[in-house]
């Protein structure tokens, strides 16, 4: 069973350009997780969805972050634009369903830098 | 509100030595608890989980117990491997699932 797929695994772009990162669930997983995991830190919930829906997204800087889940499957999460403290590894996670027992499968992560 | 406490690393240990990796929390209700690993160029995966208080979660030779008196959730290991060096976080669920968070995470080196 393939597992979360994310890309790019790398970035690096200048401050003020716009950044985008593709996260594609294990099959049959309804719940979706964007983190943010600065260095030496644990992983920070920036979004989690539910099918399409957007259920939590308190932690979300929504004046430059953006994210979708069209058609409840994939995933995308946009930075326009990046700043320098920006960089960090941009992890996805999928899950059965947000039941508290539930066993969340974290995909590679996408390390950005900021320059 | 809801948070992991993780005990700092690095952490360096022979092969054969006992591992114990300190976790405590904060939580309102009864959370769900887990430990998850990160090995070098990987993502996080689950390592183990337990769901009540007094459960013992097991998987790879490490063990965890959930311990609501002292909010604890320990990891402990009899005798690491070098292949278990990786970066070990606690976290926990709350009863809801509607909220995650993670320890900081603990860096375990194991040489042979």
């Excluded at chain 1, 929504?62 to 700043?83: M, W, Y």
């Excluded at chain 2, 183990?48 to 290991?77: I, M, P, Q, V, W």
Aim: charged residues 20%.
């Amino acid at each position: 069973e393939a597992g979360v797929v994310q890309s790019p695994r790398y970035k690096i772009i200048e401050k003020k350009q716009p950044v985008a990162f593709w996260c594609n669930p294990i099959s049959g997983h309804n719940t979706l997780y964007w983190y943010l995991q600065n260095l030496g830190q644990g992983p920070e919930l920036l979004i989690r969805y539910e099918n399409e829906e957007a259920v939590d997204d308190s932690q979300l800087p929504k004046d430059r972050f953006s994210a979708e889940r069209l058609k409840g499957v994939d995933s995308t999460l946009k930075i326009q634009p990046a700043e320098l403290g920006d960089s960090a590894v941009y992890l996805c996670a999928s899950s059965l369903g947000s039941e508290t027992y539930n066993e969340q499968f974290f995909g590679p992560g996408t390390r950005l830098t900021v320059l | 509100g809801d948070s992991v406490t993780q005990m700092e690393g690095p952490v360096t240990l022979s092969e054969e030595a006992f591992l114990t990796i300190n976790c405590t929390y904060t939580a309102t209700g009864y959370p769900s608890l887990f430990w998850y690993v990160q090995y070098p160029g990987e993502g996080l995966q689950l390592l183990l989980k337990a769901t009540k208080a007094d459960d013992k979660g097991s998987n790879k030779g490490f063990e965890a117990t959930y311990r609501k008196e002292t909010t604890s959730f320990h990891l402990e290991k009899g005798s690491v491997q070098v292949s278990d060096s990786a970066v070990y976080f606690c976290a926990l669920s709350d009863p809801t699932g509607n909220q995650f968070y993670f320890g900081t995470g603990t860096s375990l080196t194991v040489i042979p």
